[in-house]
């Protein structure tokens, strides 16, 4: 069945570096998602991603899907603490799918 | 407009004990999903239903565990004789699922099961 991978699964950078966050599915996507989880929280959604080769940016973080529609990223530039969290990709074959989830990468801020 | 709804926001049950989870999706969304969330681990797929459907429940247990979507009222996730090992975070999500972009999830703040 599909399945969607994230690497790494923890990363500890200190504020102001920058950060990466890898997704690959096995199949290719209809669209991709991201979520971000606060500690103790619930997963948000940040955005989504439907065009090949689509780059999309919020202030410090830019997401990339991949020409091929099987692979994603999230960077942040220059962390700061409020960055801290679990970053979950999700993606579906079609629209009509079910959403599978990866992993997550979970990210901490040196201050 | 009100987000997804969970209650209970936590939930004791002792070993044996009957737990029931419900999730109220945000207005105008047909579609709920539910996920379960150990500490420190990822969403692990329970069930995907729409309204008096269960679309996908490959990610539920046979036993002990059932989940509904009636026409009127709430999604719930029930758990039967719950044991020490259903101790989690259950998270709905909602999802208006229309053409196009109706992927995207919006979850609820979660009910918290600790099983004594």
């Known amino acids: 069945g599909q399945q969607v991978m994230q690497i790494p699964q923890y990363q500890h950078v200190q504020e102001g570096e920058d950060f990466t966050t890898y997704c690959n599915s096995s199949?290719?996507?209809?669209?991709i998602q991201w979520y971000k989880q606060r500690p103790g929280g619930h997963p948000v959604f940040l955005i989504q991603l439907v065009k090949s080769g689509e780059v999309k940016k919020q202030k410090r973080l830019t997401f990339q899907f991949g020409e091929a529609k099987k692979n994603s990223s999230l960077h942040i530039t220059a962390t700061q603490t409020t960055d801290v969290g679990t970053y979950f990709c999700a993606g579906s074959k079609t629209s009509y799918d079910k959403v599978i989830f990866g992993p997550g990468t979970s990210l901490s801020v040196i201050p | 407009n009100a987000g997804v709804m969970q209650n209970p926001r936590h939930l004791v049950r002792r070993r044996g004990q009957e737990a029931r989870l419900r999730c109220s999706p945000m207005?105008?969304?047909?579609?709920v999903y539910w996920y379960r969330q150990l500490p420190e681990e990822g969403l692990k797929f329970m069930v995907y239903l729409q309204k008096e459907n269960i679309i996908d429940e490959s990610g539920m247990p046979k036993e002990r565990f059932s989940a509904e979507f009636p026409k009127e009222g709430p999604s719930i996730l029930r758990i039967q004789q719950v044991v020490r090992g259903d101790s989690a975070a259950y998270f709905c999500a909602s999802s208006p699922r229309t053409r196009g972009s109706g992927e995207t999830q919006y979850f609820g703040p979660g009910t918290r099961l600790l099983v004594l």
């Open positions: 199949t290719t996507l209809s669209n």
């Open positions: 207005k105008g969304h047909s579609h």
